[in-house]
């Protein structure tokens, strides 16, 4: 699935390509789950790339995952 590709990436330190990876799968209109997004905003703390974690931000709230804990958690690392 896309979301374990991204989880792959990110986990082996390559938070990038796991981006590239998250654009792609919403060029082609996939659908993330909380998993894709949990996994991004780590991803995105670990760069210190607030920019793009709050575009991911968006994108989580927008596909529902407002009150997701996972989610809400990994929103809470990012930001801190």
């Known amino acids: 699935s896309w979301t374990a590709l991204i989880e792959g990436y990110a986990q082996q330190g390559l938070v990038e390509e796991a981006l590239k990876l998250y654009w792609q799968m919403?060029?082609?209109c996939i659908k993330p789950n909380n998993i894709t997004f949990v996994t991004l905003l780590k991803a995105c703390g670990s760069l210190s790339s607030l920019e793009q974690g709050k575009v991911i931000?968006?994108?989580a709230m927008e596909g529902g995952f407002?009150?997701?804990i996972f989610v809400g958690n990994s929103l809470i690392d990012m930001y801190a």
């Open 66 to 68: 407002e009150s997701d």
């Open 57 to 59: 931000h968006a994108h």
């Open 26 to 28: 919403q060029r082609k």
